[in-house]
C-alpha cells in the first residue's frame, strides 16, 4: 500500500544533542510536509519542500531544519534541541502544488522526548 | 489571520447516540475545509473534505457542510460507535496559503 513513513516512533534525545527524524513516501507525491504538534495542542506547519524548493514557515525556529535529498525521503533535523522541543512530529505529503483544494496525506508521526 | 474554533472536549457519548460537533472558521476568501481524526498512538487520517460552499464531505458515517454564510463546516454522525472514539481536528487551508490550519480538537470518548 502506499503511504507515508516515519522512524522512527519514538524518538528518545538529550538536551542539546541533535537529532534527526526521517520520513518516506511511496505515493510519489510532489510536496512534503513536517508539523509540529505539542501536547493537546493542533499541529502546527513547521516547513514543506515543493519539490526540491524549500519553504519555511515564518516563525519556525532556526533550530529546526529540514532536508530533502530525493522525491521519496524528507528529514527533520533539531541541532539543539531544548525541552520544549519535546512533541509529537508528524510528516505529509500531497501529490501538487500546495494549494487549498490539495488533501495532505500524514504518517503516524515520531514522538520526541527530550531528557 | 486564518484560524478555525472547534467545540471544546471531551465528548462523552453512548454506543448508538448522534453527534455532532460544531466548527467555525476565519478566513479570507474561500478556503477548503477538512475534518481529520486521531486516534491513539496514531498520526492523522483525512476524515473528509468540502473544497466550496454548499458542499457535503461524507466518510465512514460521517457528514459535514461546509455553510459559507455561517462559516462552519460541523460534524455529524447519526450513530456513533465505540471505534469512533478519537480526536477530531476541524482544519482549512486557505485559497492561498499551504498550511493546514488545526483548530484545537475534540476527544470523543464513546461507551458500549
Known amino acids: 500500500d502506499a503511504m507515508v513513513i516515519q522512524n522512527p516512533r519514538y524518538q528518545v534525545t538529550q538536551f542539546g544533542k541533535p537529532v534527526t527524524l526521517s520520513c518516506s513516501q511511496t505515493?510519489?507525491?510532489?510536496?512534503m510536509y513536517w508539523y509540529q504538534q505539542k501536547s493537546s495542542q493542533a499541529p502546527k506547519l513547521l516547513f514543506h519542500?515543493?519539490?526540491?524548493?524549500?519553504?519555511n514557515e515564518a516563525d519556525t525556529p532556526d533550530n529546526f531544519q529540514s532536508r530533502r535529498p530525493n522525491t521519496s525521503f524528507c528529514f527533520l533535523d533539531i541541532r539543539s534541541p531544548g525541552l520544549g522541543d519535546a512533541a509529537m512530529y508528524l510528516c505529509?505529503?500531497?501529490?501538487?502544488?500546495?494549494?487549498?483544494?490539495?488533501?495532505?496525506?500524514f504518517g503516524p508521526g515520531t514522538r520526541l522526548l527530550v531528557l | 489571520g486564518d484560524s478555525v474554533t472547534q467545540m471544546e472536549g471531551p465528548v462523552t457519548l453512548s454506543e448508538e447516540a448522534f453527534l455532532t460537533i460544531n466548527c467555525t472558521y476565519t478566513?479570507?476568501?474561500?478556503?477548503?475545509l477538512f475534518w481529520y481524526v486521531q486516534y491513539p498512538g496514531e498520526g492523522l487520517q483525512l476524515l473528509l473534505k468540502?473544497?466550496?460552499?454548499?458542499d457535503k464531505g461524507s466518510n465512514k458515517g460521517f457528514e459535514a457542510t461546509y455553510r459559507k454564510e455561517t462559516t462552519s463546516f460541523h460534524l455529524e454522525k447519526g450513530s456513533v460507535q465505540v471505534s469512533d472514539s478519537a480526536v477530531y481536528f476541524c482544519a482549512l487551508i486557505s485559497q492561498a496559503g499551504t498550511a493546514l490550519i488545526f483548530g484545537k480538537g475534540t476527544t470523543l470518548s464513546v461507551s458500549s
Open positions: 468540502a473544497t466550496k460552499a454548499d
Open positions: 478566513a479570507t476568501g474561500y478556503p477548503s
Open positions: 505529509a505529503t500531497s501529490r501538487d502544488a500546495p494549494d487549498s483544494s490539495e488533501t495532505q496525506y
Open positions: 505515493l510519489n507525491h510532489n510536496v
Open positions: 519542500y515543493y519539490d526540491k524548493d524549500f519553504n
